[in-house]
């Protein structure tokens, strides 16, 4: 009797994808994050401040989603090419949808590449898109318990945006509380605690981002 393990075959499949992914973006000096989080975290916002403080680099964008364009159609009237991806019955991106997006991209005219994934905290962490980094967004408005809650995600990334802290006291949620807990679940972690509003910390992901860029080319 053969015991077909099809969630095995389905991740080792798209693994293999990402790895080709990867080689791809290599091949043409792109740099590529993957920007995770829940809807309304901040991660569009994010990636038009990043793109516009990252401006001695091209900076285009995918952005995942359900059902609509919203976010790529923002992204672009941002001035950010962007490419939107419809995930239909999937709550993430994998890495199949992302190598189609990117036959619609100039990849020879892009520096850094943000994917920004579906919207939420649990699908998208198993499914690898071949990114060479991945930041998880949350905001303070989830609430401070919102990273105990959702392990993975962060045991998986290399970079936390704690965000929103300009609300913080208005929600009675701890920036700090999450960001050890972020660091408890993973000590290699780089986390930031930032507010869309005020601008505060956003350039100290910028500044990540910038020094990830120039270690992909070293």
């Known amino acids: 009797m053969h015991v077909i393990e099809l969630g095995r075959d389905v991740m080792e499949l798209n693994r293999n994808l990402a790895e080709q992914n990867k080689k791809i973006l290599d091949g043409h000096g792109v740099f590529a994050v993957d920007i995770l989080g829940a809807i309304g975290s901040g991660k569009t916002s994010l990636i038009e401040i990043l793109a516009g403080k ?53 990849l020879d005219e892009i520096d850094i590449l943000f994917i920004e994934n579906v919207g939420n905290l649990i699908c998208p962490v198993d499914f690898e898109l071949g990114s060479h980094k991945r930041i998880t967004v949350v905001s303070v408005s989830e609430g401070d318990d919102t990273v105990e809650k959702h392990p993975m995600i962060f045991v998986t990334s290399d970079a936390a945006v704690i965000n929103k802290i300009d609300i913080a006291d208005a929600v009675d949620a701890s920036p700090q509380k999450m960001r050890d807990d972020a660091l408890k679940l993973n000590s290699r972690l780089s986390v930031f605690l930032t507010s869309i509003k005020t601008g505060e910390g956003l350039d100290d992901v910028v500044n990540w981002i910038r020094d990830a860029k120039e270690n992909q080319v070293e």
């Open 54 to 106: 990252l401006s001695e680099f091209r900076v285009a964008a995918i952005a995942g989603d359900v059902v609509s364009d919203l976010d790529s159609g923002r992204l672009n009237a941002a001035g950010i090419p962007s490419v939107g991806v419809n995930t239909g019955r999937e709550c993430h991106l994998d890495a199949h949808l992302v190598k189609r997006a990117f036959d619609k991209l100039s």
